[in-house]
């Protein structure tokens, strides 16, 4: 499985709606509500945020997932998180019943997340009127992505198909992304049948591919009580689990940094590459650091060349031998690569205009060994403090 | 040994100059140097950065400190971290002959500092003009705290007595302040005379000390290559390591707040108090974590109530149960105490005016244990990110 493959992934148009799969969704000023169904039932796997405050929608879920591994469709809501509120599961269960007595269904066939300010009750009638309102014969992949926006400014779907595989997909998160996932919600569909254990095999698929994309982009190093990723699959296309997983880890990777992308007041794109680890781990801790620095962040956002950060950041999670490290950074959309350091050495540079790429990519090689990692990530500035100051 | 002792701790103007140490500096536009020097050898003790990127200063005097425990003189500048420079050892022994030069002393018994930019070659004949110009008749502790501030806006020095024992200190740093220590150069003088072995033990105050101080402050989360607390001691008063290490803690207290109150961009000042946690280390790792989340701290740049994102950075490192929890801030000038939560029910809250003090204590109760931290840090704002998009 190599990049070549990657030109054998088809894009479609149909963002989460693929084969019987449908959405739609209504964003009004403070809430916004999707539903994402298929009339039969699905096989399910899921992932969950690593903080132990979960909000409710989160824990009801991680309970039904033990009780069945089969529902029809997910209700999300933008506007309130659902979190450290004691009355909140009550809240919860409502918005199955909604969604159920909205698409005929089973409440129990019904997964619920939500996204939003921490601690304050759900206004549940509003999330009612709204269903009420939505139009269940419009299918819209686009109108679910966007009600469960919040600072968002970026749709984030995605549809993919590769051997007859197909995987769709929404994604909303823009700050609090942070390794171990982000304030980030995100519903995939397929239709892959990995055989009689479906859900289970689809369940450690989704973990691996989440450690590869998700859990490997960073907004402002702050975990999430609301964190989910959730995948249906309709089960129509039997395939091989490697097929599906290559799918699967381009799908999500594509989605995560079309998430640090949108990153709150972003304005460059970093890619971090550490090559040549003498372990897996170091590699990742390494990339997950440089990429979480705010001097890094903010000395990108001032197009300053300040390349000690990166090292300093490195050197403060890992033993580093910095005689022994190559860095270049490059310019994605034009191919640009600059060495900035070799073997410890700093580079003499003329022309410092890599510092006001878009997109750049920062390739660190340790040189002691056989380990690589990337992480993603974006630019700290004025505006992420300005909307982390007065969001409520 | 209660906080009803530290009535009995007097504030002296020395500074660092304490009894018969005496120090200096010159700051011009981009170095600044400063000497700290006692005509008698004095006992030593230091604590260095974690970073494995450690700058050359650093590593000059780890290396000296294995060689022998008596020093007579600090030289230390701003302007260049002489880090990640593979030349940078040598620049380091030529600042000490420059300064045992203009002491008449041996280059073998000073130490050497530095802070400012990574990976740029010290200009030493800018060190040696600035040592040159240096009125060393002229004593100011004002003077040498001066020349090593880079980004800090405050004078950052003490001076304190207890029962006879005295310390005096010089600190800067204002930003990468980060747990396990800071962008921070401090300098400690005292008399303590703790016995025969007095190096040895005044290295163990300096480092449980620094445990409660200086690795309890964070600015933005970042390491530095550089970060250094020095004490020398004459050696003039004999005294208990208690009595010592009460006023240690105090003394390297109150210069820790210091810095995160002048941290880069900061509007206000926050204490985190984490009590009544199973174990110490993670009521530590709960404080560290809500003094770091750039989250929490934009709310409070933005006088934004959203104690949501306390909750959810404590949940992030550690298991609570947040139906236990009791949140409070105390406005600190005003001694106004207002509840948030109390066993997980959010209070209503009418008067929102706690928001807008400046000097904010966050009281985070898990009752669950018997252990307490404290961390101490501040707000994130637009200064911050102007400061550091922009330093060079």
Do not use: H
């Not at 490290?325 to 022309?351: R, S």
């Amino acid at each position: 499985m190599s990049r070549a493959n990657i030109k054998q992934i088809n894009s479609c148009n149909d963002g989460i709606c693929i084969n019987k799969f449908k959405a739609n969704g209504i964003k009004t000023e403070k809430y916004g509500v999707s539903l994402i169904w298929n009339d039969d039932l699905c096989d399910c796997a899921a992932v969950f945020t690593k903080n132990s405050i979960k909000a409710n929608p989160v824990k009801y879920d991680i309970a039904q997932l033990k009780r069945r591994q089969k529902f029809k469709a997910i209700i999300a809501n933008s506007g309130n998180a659902n979190a450290c509120i004691k009355e909140g599961l009550a809240d919860v269960r409502e918005m199955c019943k909604i969604a159920a007595e909205k698409l005929k269904s089973n409440p129990a066939q019904i997964l619920c997340e939500s996204t939003g300010i921490i601690g304050k009750r759900m206004d549940i009638e509003k999330i009612r009127k709204i269903v009420n309102d939505l139009d269940i014969n419009e299918i819209s992949s686009r109108n679910a992505n966007k009600a469960i926006m919040t600072t968002d400014t970026k749709f984030k779907e995605i549809c993919y198909e590769y051997k007859g595989i197909k995987i769709g997909g929404i994604c909303k998160g823009a700050g609090m992304i942070a390794p171990n996932m982000a304030t980030m919600l995100c519903f995939l569909t397929t239709n892959a049948n990995l055989g009689a254990n479906n859900s289970k095999i689809l369940a450690q698929c989704l973990k691996e591919s989440v450690g590869e994309s998700f859990n490997m982009i960073s907004v402002d190093g702050c975990m999430s009580t609301n964190d989910c990723i959730i995948l249906l699959s309709d089960a129509t296309k039997t395939c091989s689990a490697d097929d599906f997983k290559f799918l699967l880890k381009f799908s999500t990777q594509e989605l995560a940094k079309k998430v640090v992308a949108d990153g709150e007041g972003a304005t460059k794109f970093l890619e971090v590459v550490v090559e040549g680890a003498n372990t897996k781990s170091k590699a990742i801790k390494i990339a997950l650091t440089i990429v979480n620095s705010n001097l890094v962040k903010s000395a990108f956002f001032g197009e300053n060349l300040n390349w000690g950060r990166i090292i300093s950041a490195a050197g403060s999670v890992a033993k580093i031998n910095f005689d022994n490290v190559d860095l270049k950074f490059e310019d994605m959309d034009n191919n640009k690569l600059v060495k900035i350091l070799e073997k410890g050495d700093a580079m003499k540079l003329d022309d410092w205009s890599i510092m006001k790429a878009k997109n750049i990519r920062i390739l660190l090689n340790l040189n002691e060994g056989e380990n690589n990692a990337t992480a993603w990530g974006c630019d700290l500035t004025y505006d992420y403090v300005k909307i982390n100051a007065e969001y409520n």
